[in-house]
Structure formats: C-alpha cells, structure tokens
C-alpha cells in the first residue's frame, strides 16, 4: 500500500477513536440532564402513563370540592398523620412535627421545610389541615409537586404514605 | 407502587448496541491495519481473532436486555473496547515474531491464547451475570470471601504448587498451566472490606480528640488499618511484589475513606506504606533497585544492571519515537521493549498511537471509573456503595500504578493492565469485576422513580 493511504488509514483510526470517545461523552451529557426532562416529560404523558391508584385521588380530590362529608370518611379510615418524613433527596431521615395549621416548602430560608436545591422555587408548596385532613397545594412553583409521581395542578388531599417530591426531596406523612 | 419511566435516550441497551457495533467496526480496523502495515496483505486469520470478543459481547448483551435491563449501558462498550485493543497490540507484537528464533525455538506467541481468555472471561462475567440475581446477596458471604481472599493470596507460597516468575511469587501452576490467584484475592477482599466496614463505620467515625486541624480516633479504631498494614507488608516480604501489597492497601484505604469521610485515615495510611516500602527499599535489593531505575534511569550503571533500567528507557524511547500522532499501528518497533505485551503495553500503545491516541485510551479509562463512582452514588445504602467504588477503584489504583511505573511517575512495580495487558488471570478477574459493577448498576434507584 501507498505511503498516502497509510497515512490515511493512521490519521482515520485516530478519528474514529475519538468519535467513540465523544459519543460516550454525548451520551452521558445527555443522560446527566435527563432528569429535568423527565419531569416535563411525566407531566406531559401523565394520563397515558398513569396507572389505576391515581385516578383515584383525583377522584378523592373531587370530593374534597363538591362533597366534604364523604371526604372526611376517607381519611377518617385511614390514621390520623402526626409527622412528615423525608424518604429520598439530600435532607433523608429528617422529620417535622404536624403540629400546626400550615406548613411551608421550598427554598426560602423562613419556610418550615427549607429545601435548598435548585429545583426547587422559594415558595414551592404548602400543606394545610382544615380539619378534612392535610392538603398540598402546588404553590406554582416552576417544576412542580409530584404526588405519587404524578405532578399535581389542583390542591390535593394527602394520605400517609402518598410519596410528595418537591425537586429532589421526596418525603410522605406518617401516623 | 406508581412508576414513571421516562427517558430521554430512549432504550439505553439500543445505545449499548450501537456502541458495540462501533467497537466491533474498530476492532476490525485495527486487525486490519496491522495487517496491512506489517504483512502488506490481508489475512483470513484476521477472523479468528475478531469473531470471539465480538459474538460473546453481543451474547453479554443479549443476556443483559433479558435479566439485567437496568444495568450502566456504557460499561460494556468501554471493556470490549479495551480488552480487543489489547489484542491487537499483542496480535501486532506476535504477527512481527519469526517463525524461528535465534535459539532455534519457536517464538512465544500471546494472541491466540489472549483471544481463549477473553473469550473464557467474558463466558464467565455472563455467568456471573445471570447467577448473581443481586449484588445485596454478595454481603452474606463477607467473612467467606475474608477467607477466600487470604487462601488465594497465600496459594503461590505452597511448596509445589507455588511459581516465582521474574522475583514475584505470585503464581500457581500445575504442569504448563498457570494462574496469578491473586487477581481473584482482590475481588474476594474488596466484598469483604465493604461488607465489613458497612458495620464498622459507625464507630470508625466517631469523633476523637482534635490535634492539629485533625481528629484523631482513639487508639483501639486503629486496629483494622494496622492489620491490612501488616498483611500488605507480608505480601511485600514473602512475595516480593510491590504493585500488588500497593493495590490491598491502597483499596482499603480508598473504601475506609468512602465510609467514614474522614481524611485522617487515607493520610495515616499513606504515611505507613511510603514507611513500609522505604524500610523494604532498604532491605530488600529488587525494591531499592526499582527506586533507583525510577529516579536515575539513564545512568549506565543503572540502565546496564541486570533488572535495571533498560526496560524502562525503552519503553520512554517508545513514546518519544511515537510523538503526538504516533506510528500508526504497526508501524513502530514495540518489540524492542521487553515485555512489550504485558507490563509495557501502555508504551507499545503510546508508540503507535502516540499522544493522541494515548488520551483517548486515558479519558475511557476515566469513564469507565466514573461510570462505577455513580453507581456508587446513586445507591442508597451502604454496601452497594463501598462495594461500586472498592471495584472502581481497584480498576483505577492498578491503572495508576501500572501506567504510572512505565511513565515514570512512580516506581516500576509488577501489576498488570487491566483488560489490556495479556494475562489470562487478571482478564478473568477484571470481567468478574465489569460482570458485578453491571449487576450492582442494574438496581440503582432511578431519577423521577417514586417506588414504595
């Protein structure tokens, strides 16, 4: 073979090793970001993707709004929730005493669960107790609540062990 | 349970399958051009070493979308990768070798029996695929593989069984059959260290007196570092082998710090090897000459010496005579170098491919061990994650060492490369490793996955 091709074929294989290396990196770039995709993505698909559990709240939620009375017989079956712990995210095993009317989420300093991440907005979401049980409202924070996976849009009545994840932070009410 | 899978690369095995369709096509290439560089035609036989890698990577992966769907998509592409590039440099070194060598006797050929390892390694990490269902499962056997791993550590020392290959007792053999029982020690010993510091961490973490900007533990959570201390130094005296007492102790030190968090340990430890192997250095002739070609090389007395220098030099003459864009393969005299195949396979390498392509061997190296420090991340608990990082590790601490003797970063020391250098044992043993970080990867909790 030619001294030209040689030199062809030494400079192609060069080229080729590094489009190999560059589309591993691609791919973990891309992977690495996946994540803020995947929850536009999960609200987008959310009917489709959703299962029968959820349906279900949506239609406890509905009660909440037309009939409380049956609204109160749900969660009066269910244990009474004393405390939120947090499940997942950088604050894991941290817990807050339900004690009071109202409690705060998200990035501001003075809110009474303070998530510092940047998925989070500062006024992120809130949970209340009117008395027919707790209930998170999305307080239209830029990337959502997540109940049980699902991204809420209307205030929701929240049960122990329905899984809330505000940014990466996932935590749940306990009895 | 409410799960929400979406991704946005779609089907990572679809990933993983093009990627290996890219490897199999380099693979080729290299075959290829070696070929075409050395012997001006192309041969058959070309086939014979392509095919093996390249089918049971794809069985790997077959078996992978059916048992472990989840597993890292890039790990496999990575070892393919590496493990028949190896093979090609040996390919090159053999293709070159005379039928007949000055003596009279047939020269050592690698190839084809580094071709059998992959191909027995790769059949193996499958297997280990498909019996290990979880890596949690691994934890029950930590005082098994304690044992396991000093037995296999002390194997080469038995009075028949036991070889010694260029000073190092490192190997059994039985008639012309030959295994470094070593390669699985460090496998056995990395489960046991985890497992065992899982449990420990609580206590090894607590916070003793404060000396210097330093906390000091009390004397008593001394202990486990000073034995693992004791037995690398063992392995250092009775095998006489620096790379590998380096490689346990250095693993250990590297998962102590994961679970504790605290740096006084890794700088302990390093204060008590770099003792260790000066008073060795000073002991023991093969350690003070290893320091003394690593400092002076070009000196003639030095670079003269039996066990010198001369390896050494050659392999830097290598690089130097590879540059920035190399020979090309096959193109450059590797075989000049002793060992060109095994302990030196970085400098035949950097020969040929030169800086360029020596960067690229590099940064995958680095992703293949930054794949392991996320799965380690990712985990929740605490034995996935020593045990993701202690096999990480144990890639990246042999990596440095090797590759750090032959470039002059430090002393020369006899480990080999993992998934490059020919050696069957440490072929086995680095697909066991891939095989596990595979299955330990598999169930990492997902991103956006809210489960119960």
Known sequence: MSDLAMFIVRVGFLLVLWIFLFAIISIIRADLFSSRVLSRVAERNAPTVLSSPVPAITRATAEVSTAGPQATLATAITAVPTRLSVIDGPLLGKELALDRRELTIGRAPNSDLVIDDEFASSAHARLTNGGDGWVITDLNSTNGTFVDGTRIGTPLVVNPGMQIRVGKTVFELRA | MQVARVRQLGNPRNIEFALLLLVAGLYAFELAQIQLATVLVLRTELVLYWAPPVLLAFVMHLILRLRASEADWLILPIGLFLNTLGISVIYRLDIIKPALTSSGHAPDLFAQKQVIYTAIAMAIAAAVILLVKSHLSLRKYIYVSMVAGVLLLLLPLLPVIGKTVSGARLWVGIGSFSFQPGELAKIALTIFFAGYLVSRRESLAVVGRKFAGIRIPQARELGPIVTIWLASLAVL?????????????????????????????????????????????????????????????????????????YQLVQGLFGLAHGGLFGTGLGGGLPQLVPLAESDFIISSLGEELGL???????????????????????????????????????IALQFFIVVGGVLRVLPLTGLTTPLLAAGGSSLIANWIIIALLLRISDSVPRLGVVTE
């Open chain 2, 237 to 309: 005296v009775l095998q006489r082998d620096l790379g590998t007492s380096l490689l346990y102790f250095a693993i250990f030190l590297v998962l102590i710090y994961v679970a504790t968090g605290r740096p006084f340990y890794v700088v302990v430890g390093a204060l008590m090897f770099v003792t260790g192997a000066l008073i060795a250095s000073r002991l023991m002739s093969y350690v003070g000459g290893r320091v003394d070609s690593w400092l002076d090389p070009l000196n003639e007395a030095t670079y003269n010496a039996i066990g010198g220098s």
């Open chain 2, 356 to 394: 360029v392509g020596l960067f690229a061997i590099f940064a995958l190296y680095l992703l293949l061990i930054a794949r392991a420090v996320r799965i380690s991340v990712q985990h929740n608990d605490d034995f996935s994650k020593l045990l993701a990082i202690g096999f990480g590790f144990v």
